[in-house]
């Protein structure tokens, strides 16, 4: 048996194949039952390859770059044309299960539609440990009247309006946990927007409820004041240095 | 300083968060017939659903920030005292404190009648290693340690009765978490002795891992 020769593959595809390694398999395989299992080694290790081969730093460098052009170089957010959120010291959860979300357009946004879903599993992985690890202080900007009430909403829900205390589920300091979000440090004009429309942007798929159900009725039981309240109280909360978020 | 159209906007905006239409809705609501143990049946329907914020879709229980416990299934007995306990703080818990002490008489009857009539399957998501010695304790106790069955008063299916409450499908970090902390939270006023002292001996005899086998148990318990 010889092998492939450069009678019977050309200059440049060889060159092409023994770029990768299950190339080189190929290249030598020899036999046409060497050759077709070789192809379908190349193939294979092609795929799984690729998965890997985006968890190399540069690749993951490069992606939180492009996060960041949007959401603020420490993901602290920005007041862009619409205000784009504060994902340093997010839970991983959250963001994973947020970008299945748009992907799946069960939350809609065009624009984070088309980012989601070219990333891959081991992307999100990395790059929802690198949000979760920072920890830049709050944008700000709220108006500071509205911060002892929000507080009071916050910390001990309104029983007789049928408000929920926001910490029983999103902890004392906002911080979250698993799928619940971090809120402390978020954009008092993006709360402002997420709880004024829940309905419109979240659970857009009612064939496949998901977790935004639990958050509807208590968006829907707030009234504005409310609203701007809790937003403005949430703005202010940062956490203390090295440990942006609890670990549940 | 702040300049005066700014402070009385201030002042307007706090007032209205006070004074929200549902606040004054409720007023409206309070009157004799009301006070007198009718509450109607869109009040108790909206107040479940702010209970269902927390407690779960059924009251099957949610992984907050705490673990949130099962409420669906409990004895109605059981429900009205801890209520009780939090709003007289023998049990800690601010946010229950917060939601126990508007809780009028007609409208507790009508939550926990909800509550107890309720019937998902559990939460689940607990480590199943240990279910078997899990299973024992609850069934046979741990003599040795003066530990008694706890189906000798849970029920042999863990359904609860009158003040004993459920614990079939209660989560497994509730249970672990408040067997281990029964003394820091309950019972917390020794001029009022309450019936939480029944469990003190036996929270403090069992042991972290026993704890955690029979928590595991009694969550896949339908």
């Not at chain 2, 006070?18 to 107040?47: H, R």
Request: net charge positive; glycine share 8%.
């Amino acid at each position: 048996m010889c092998s492939l020769n450069s009678r019977q593959i050309g200059r440049t595809t060889r060159r092409a194949l023994l770029a990768f390694p299950a190339g080189r398999v190929l290249i030598n395989a020899g036999s046409r039952v060497g050759f077709a299992a070789g192809i379908l080694a190349f193939v294979l290790a092609g795929a799984v390859s690729a998965q890997h081969r985006i968890t190399g730093s540069g690749d993951v460098q490069a992606k939180i770059s492009y996060c960041k052009d949007c959401h603020g170089v420490s993901a602290q957010g920005f007041n862009g044309y619409y205000p784009i959120p504060r994902l340093a010291g997010q839970q991983p959860e959250y963001i994973e299960n947020q970008l299945r979300a748009f992907i799946e357009h069960r939350r809609t946004n065009n624009i984070m539609f088309n980012v989601a879903h070219s990333l891959s599993p081991a992307m999100i992985n990395a790059l929802t440990a690198h949000f979760a690890s920072l920890n830049p202080p709050p944008i700000g900007g709220a108006p500071r009247q509205l911060v002892a009430t929000g507080r009071k909403i916050f910390e001990d829900g309104m029983p007789e309006v049928n408000i929920a205390a926001c910490a029983a589920c999103h902890g004392p300091e906002a911080t979250g946990s698993g799928q619940i979000p971090r809120l402390a440090g978020q954009l008092y004009p993006y709360m402002l927007k997420t709880l004024n429309n829940w309905d419109k942007e979240r659970g857009r798929n009612p064939t496949v409820p998901d977790a935004a159900a639990i958050m509807s009725p208590v968006a829907h039981s707030l009234n504005r004041s409310q609203i701007e309240a809790v937003a403005a109280f949430v703005s202010t909360l940062r956490s203390p240095r090295g440990t942006p978020n609890t670990v549940q | 300083m702040t300049p005066k159209r700014q402070r009385r906007w201030a002042f307007r905006s706090s007032a209205g968060a006070a004074i929200g239409p549902a606040a004054v809705l409720a007023l409206f609501l309070a009157s004799p017939a009301a006070a007198q143990g009718n509450v109607s049946k869109a009040e108790a329907d909206a107040k479940l659903r702010y209970c269902e914020v927390c407690h779960g879709v059924s009251a099957q229980g949610f992984h907050g920030y705490y673990p949130i416990p099962r409420l669906a299934g409990q004895p109605t007995e059981y429900l009205k005292n801890q209520l009780q306990a939090f709003v007289e703080r023998r049990r800690t818990s601010n946010i229950m404190f917060n939601v126990g002490h508007v809780l009028s008489p007609a409208m507790i009857d009508a939550l926990t009648t909800d509550f107890n009539q309720l019937d998902p399957k559990p939460l689940g998501g607990a480590p199943k290693g240990n279910i078997d010695e899990g299973k024992k304790i609850f069934e046979e106790g741990v003599p040795q340690a003066n530990v008694p069955a706890c189906a000798s008063c849970h029920g042999p299916a863990a359904k609860g009765n009158g003040p004993f409450p459920r614990l079939a499908g209660q989560l497994y970090d509730y249970v672990t978490n408040k067997l281990t902390n029964w003394e820091k939270e309950r019972g917390q006023n020794p001029a009022q002795p309450d019936i939480s002292a029944v469990m003190q001996p036996i929270a403090h005899s069992l042991t972290q891992p026993q704890i955690k086998a029979v928590a595991a148990y009694v969550s896949y318990l339908e």
